[in-house]
């Protein structure tokens, strides 16, 4: 399958999902610096869905849950008593949020309340839960060094003028 082929496989299994007004209000939010929760959700599907597909596996539930496991409208840094919990709340928040949209399966059920191991016990129980678990950790680590390499070149190139102009 091409790239022009993946990309309309990947639309079909969002269908109607990329459009709900729940799922565009994430863009309102943001997840990590200066990625909105849509886009970092954007993030997570797509690659799942990449990988569960090059592997053989459920990609089509790994695409809707990626898109799915952040569901929530809350900031969870301004309120303390959020602070200390958000690793393990806002998974359920999302699920039900996810499920009050659409309808899920077992795979992408467990795949959202999942998501945030092993910052919570219990493990998933389905390969591509796994799959979203870790694609949502990478996407989380390159959405902080995108802004940490920008504010580094920054500072090189502000040394280096400084270093030219008297």
């Known amino acids: 399958m091409d790239e022009d082929q993946l990309l309309a496989e990947y639309k079909v299994c969002l269908e109607g999902l990329l459009e709900h007004e729940q799922v565009l209000k994430l863009d309102l939010h ?4 200066n990625t909105s929760r849509l886009q970092h959700s954007i993030n ?12 053989g596996w ?3 539930s790994a695409a809707r849950a990626g898109l799915l496991h952040d569901l929530y409208f809350y900031d969870w840094r301004v ?6 919990s958000h690793s393990s709340w806002h998974p359920r928040i999302a699920l039900l949020n996810a499920q009050k ?3 899920l399966n077992k795979v992408e059920m467990d795949a959202i309340r999942k998501h945030m191991w092993p910052c919570t016990l219990i493990p998933p129980r389905y390969i591509e839960s796994y799959v979203v ?3 949502d950790k990478i996407c ?9 390499y920008a504010e580094a070149a920054k500072k090189v190139v502000r040394r280096f ?3 030219f102009v008297s």
């Open 44 to 55: 997570v599907s797509y690659y799942s869905f990449l990988i569960c597909y090059k592997m």
């Open 133 to 135: 678990t870790f694609v």
């Open 30 to 33: 943001t997840q990590h610096c």
């Open 58 to 60: 459920d990609y089509h």
């Open 161 to 163: 003028r400084r270093g």
């Open 140 to 148: 989380a680590v390159c959405e902080f060094a995108e802004r940490s």
């Open 79 to 84: 309120k303390k008593y959020i602070r200390s």
């Open 101 to 103: 949209i659409t309808k």
